[in-house]
């Protein structure tokens, strides 16, 4: 069986069932027909025994049973129709006289219940017990003896007897083993052919669907993407095999969309990395090259110019860490390395804290920092250190893009299970090209003209943190400048 398709497994099943029940068929149609044969004999043969009796009166007389008559009589019956037996009963049903030959009674006794129902006018067919057989029942005829007007036995009458039953079941084994091997021989051929046409249609679409997994095993995704592209069953499907292609088909579009995913995540991986790679190779170039100049022309450099390139060595050294600090950070935060420690505490006096940090630097653009809360703020629970993190950095990119004498807003709003933040700045905004993918890799700002000092990474780490902590960050498009909100669980 394993080396067969399943066609062929289902032809087989199907040819076997269909012999099985023609078999079955063939068992039931010959016992109804038996039936239907004793019933039609009880009924035309009805009359026989009330015949038989009235032609001999004399069966038993005032002296008991006529041995000899009841012989004569029984023989001469049983020569004229061999399907016929003859019995004497007693009102008890004990045999008081047969013809049978020796040795072939059986039973001394017949039940007088199914001869009463006979004589009441019970629907054919009756059958009573074989005195010549004690698990046979048979069809019969029957008429009461009287003597004096008083009932004295019975004239029972079997009239499918031992011969009959002899010749019955050889012609029925004849018919029978014709019958089912042109029937089996009929069934199998039918089946097969039937089965194999009919299940080579029914599995189609799994043959079908098999080829195209098949063709899975090779290394491009031509065809789990057009294995993607085939619709979905219905809900209400319910043919088996349609909805294992459909269990394929939305596997193959997770898989579809993941790959896609994961060429899209390393796409953003690879702009990341020449972003990044640009964006320190400017730097440590610059770097490069004024300490260059300090080192080869530092006797006829005048004591402001060496001091000046210091300072610009300085500028660009610290940009490099700054930078090389976040890649770490940001390494750290995607792969699990930090986790949040939560822990209550104010928001409100953690904003204040940060604010404070860059009043210095804000004074000296004229930039004008305005705090916007509540007075009764709820304390949130999250991990204070990431938090600040994510203040700083805002606040940072904030002060970078506002120009002098900008302002720049905190608003602090209480919500349901959170607190809400929003940080706005007067700066030139976002530009619409950059706005899908500013949370992303590669960095949005460091291909804009209007942010060209900063790397990005720092509205990266925020994002991670946030989603650490089960938020997220979006940028608000009604404002003109840059509007960040965000929200902290409480």
């Given amino acids: 069986m394993k080396r067969l398709t399943l066609s062929q497994r289902l032809a087989l099943v199907f040819a076997s069932l269909l012999l099985l029940c023609t078999l079955l068929s063939g068992w039931m149609q010959i016992r109804i027909n038996a039936q239907y044969g004793s019933a039609v004999v009880q009924r035309l043969s009805d009359g026989l025994a009330r015949h038989i009796a009235s032609l001999n009166p004399d069966m038993i007389g005032e002296k008991g049973v006529n041995l000899p008559l009841m012989k004569a009589l029984f023989n001469d019956l049983m020569a004229l129709n061999p399907s016929v037996e003859v019995y004497l009963l007693d009102l008890q049903g004990n045999i008081l006289a047969d013809a049978a030959p020796p040795h072939h009674i059986k039973r001394t006794n017949v039940s007088v219940a199914p001869l009463r129902s006979q004589l009441n006018g019970a629907a054919a067919p009756v059958y009573g017990d074989d005195p010549r057989n004690l698990q046979e029942k048979k069809v019969f005829s029957v008429a009461p003896l009287s003597l004096n007007g008083q009932p004295v036995g019975y004239l029972y009458v079997i009239l499918q007897g031992e011969n009959y039953l002899q010749l019955e079941q050889e012609a029925q084994l004849d018919i029978l083993q014709r019958t089912s091997l042109w029937s089996s021989l009929l069934v ?67 898989v579809a969309f993941q790959w896609e995913k994961l060429a899209y995540q390393d796409q953003l991986r690879r702009d990341f990395v020449a972003n990044i790679s640009h964006d320190l190779r400017t730097p440590l170039t610059t770097l490069h090259g004024y300490l260059e100049t300090l080192l080869y022309k530092a006797d006829s450099l005048k004591a402001d110019e060496s001091q000046r390139y210091l300072h610009i060595a300085l500028s660009q050294s610290q940009k490099v860490s700054m930078l090389a600090q976040q890649l770490f950070e940001l390494a750290q935060l995607e792969y699990g390395v930090i986790k949040p420690n939560c822990e209550a505490f104010s928001l ?8 404070q940090k860059f009043e210095l630097m804000a004074s000296t653009r004229n930039i004008r920092f305005v705090v916007d809360m509540p007075d009764q703020l709820p304390q949130v629970n999250a991990d204070v250190s990431m938090i600040d993190r994510v203040l700083t950095n805002l606040l940072d990119n904030a002060l970078k893009y506002t120009p002098q004498a900008g302002t720049i807003e905190v608003t602090l709003r209480n919500a349901e299970r959170e607190v809400e933040v929003s940080l706005k700045d007067s700066g030139p905004g976002i530009p619409e090209a950059l706005r899908a993918t500013l949370f992303e890799r590669p960095s949005a700002l460091s291909h804009a003209s209007t942010r060209k000092n900063s790397g990005g990474l720092g509205l990266m780490v925020v994002r991670r943190i946030l989603q650490l902590h089960g938020k997220d960050i979006r940028l608000d498009e009604k404002y003109p400048g840059a509007c960040f909100r965000f929200s902290v669980p409480r």
């Fill in 348 to 355: 409100s006096e953690l904003t204040y804290d940060v604010v």
């Fill in 188 to 254: 199998v051929l039918f089946g097969l052919t039937a089965g194999v046409v009919a299940f080579s249609l029914i599995t189609r679409p799994m043959r079908q669907l098999t080829q195209r997994v098949r063709k899975l095993n090779r290394e491009d995704m031509t065809e789990i993407k057009q294995l993607a592209e085939l619709p979905l069953p219905q809900q209400q499907e319910k043919d088996e095999v349609a909805v294992l292609q459909g269990a394929f088909v939305g596997m193959a579009r997770r």
